[in-house]
């Protein structure tokens, strides 16, 4: 079993930047991805970025692509969401979630543990 703890969603405003942290705790010694997703009032949720564990690969929704940066500190076992250049459109709760194994997915569906959101509102 793991849990995973998302933090620091908050009121920024358009064109600035925030950090989001999820730190995993529990069995954290296999292999693993770890996906950031969101979902905004109304909308579904949508897949935003996701790494492996060992930081190789990542992969990100082409919404955020060349704004968000995705990245892991193993140590830590915490991935971090770097988001630059927020719109108003990134205002979402945003999820971090969980898989074992190697192969990365796109689909929420595919992710075993999931944190309890933090929220991000971007103002115009």
């Known amino acids: 079993q793991v849990q995973v703890v998302e933090s620091g969603g908050t009121l920024v405003q358009a064109g600035g930047s925030l950090r989001l942290s999820c730190a995993a705790s529990?069995?954290?010694?296999?292999?693993?991805?770890m996906g950031w997703f969101r979902q905004a009032p109304g909308k579904e949720r949508e897949f935003v970025a996701v790494i492996t564990w060992n930081g190789v690969s990542t992969h990100y929704a082409d919404s955020v692509k060349g704004r968000f940066t995705i990245s892991i500190d193993l140590a830590k076992n915490t991935v971090y969401l770097q988001m630059n250049k927020l719109k108003p459109e990134d205002t979402a709760t945003y999820y971090c979630?969980?898989?074992?194994?190697?192969?990365?997915?796109?689909?929420?569906?595919?992710?075993?543990?999931w944190g309890q959101g933090t929220q991000v509102t971007v103002s115009s």
């Open positions: 979630a969980l898989r074992y194994g190697s192969t990365w997915y796109s689909s929420g569906s595919e992710y075993d543990y």
């Open positions: 529990g069995r954290t010694d296999s292999t693993y991805t």
